[in-house]
């Protein structure tokens, strides 16, 4: 440690030594500058090099830190605008599904109850819905239910305030309907699988083709005359059998019901007219 002391003396002696030497011998005052200057040019342009450098770095930090807040803030912002393009286009739906429904009650020449889908079986194949109307509201076992597409399916328990509507493709369910443009009797039916299909006499039903569309038959008093029930898709022709299948795609996706009309009144009349493709 001494040693050093010494060395770094006899280094700053030295170093007067030779600059009193130099200013003597006739370099003057702007000789030994000069070379001073040299020694602490790299040294000077080195800290400057380092200045600019620790600069840059701390504005490029600072912009970095600017655009990811800015870039959050914009996520946040098109996150808040998806959802409110969700809830916009959730509530047209709503309101376009409840004014065809609406509209069908206008049309409808007897006594209804409008109702909201409450609840749903659980499983694969969905076989009931549960409807806010019940005994309270004046509800009976075996109302028909429809929407502005056609036939849901019928009342199968009435609660208090709620009730149990059988759908189609309950494999439990049978409907009788006809064929619209060739008036081929038969029954809707549910299958296991949760399809519907149309069950008709083979010597009645041989126009039937994919495309048809079946009807309410009005036979009984359950169901009104003329309420869609679905679309042949395929005949499952049996032959010599007395009884032919046509496959139908229903009316109705039970699945997307939310709002149903449950018909309290019976009319006389066909009542077919009054659904429109366009609900």
């Keep these: 440690m001494r040693f050093r002391r010494y060395a770094l ?44 450098g620790a600069l840059s770095a701390w504005l490029t930090f600072t912009d970095w830190k600017t655009v990811r807040s800015e870039n959050m803030a914009l996520r946040a912002d098109n996150e808040r605008l998806r959802v409110q393009s969700l809830q916009v286009r959730e ?6 599904r409840l004014r065809r429904l609406l509209a069908l009650r206008d049309r409808m020449p007897l006594a209804t109850l409008t109702g909201e889908i ?23 076992q075996q109302m028909p239910v429809i929407v502005s597409e056609g036939l849901v399916g019928r009342v199968a328990q009435v609660r208090s305030g709620a009730s149990i509507v059988q759908l189609l493709n309950d494999p439990t369910s049978t409907v009788g309907a006809v064929v619209q443009r060739t008036r081929t009797p038969g029954l809707v039916e549910g299958e296991p699988g949760g ?40 005949i499952e022709d049996k032959g010599s059998a007395l009884f032919h299948f046509a496959v139908l795609a229903p009316a109705v996706d039970a699945a997307r019901v939310e709002e149903v009309l449950l018909l309290t009144g019976q009319p006389a009349q066909d009542v077919a007219g009054l659904f429109t493709p366009d609900g």
């Design 91 to 96: 509530t047209d739906q709503e309101n376009h």
């Design 195 to 234: 399809g519907v299909r149309f069950k008709f006499m083979a010597r009645d039903g041989a126009g039937v083709a994919p495309g048809d569309l079946i009807v309410t038959s009005g036979l009984g008093t359950l169901f009104p005359k003329g309420i869609p029930v679905g679309r042949v898709t395929a």
């Design 118 to 140: 409450i609840g749903r079986e659980a499983g694969g194949w969905a076989r009931s819905l549960t409807v806010n109307r019940g005994r309270a509201d004046g509800v009976a």
């Design 9 to 52: 003396l006899l280094a700053v002696l030295l170093t007067s030594l030779f600059l009193l030497t130099v200013q003597t011998r006739g370099g003057g005052p702007t000789r030994a500058a000069d070379l001073v200057a040299l020694a602490i040019t790299p040294v000077q342009s080195l800290l400057a090099n380092a200045h600019r």
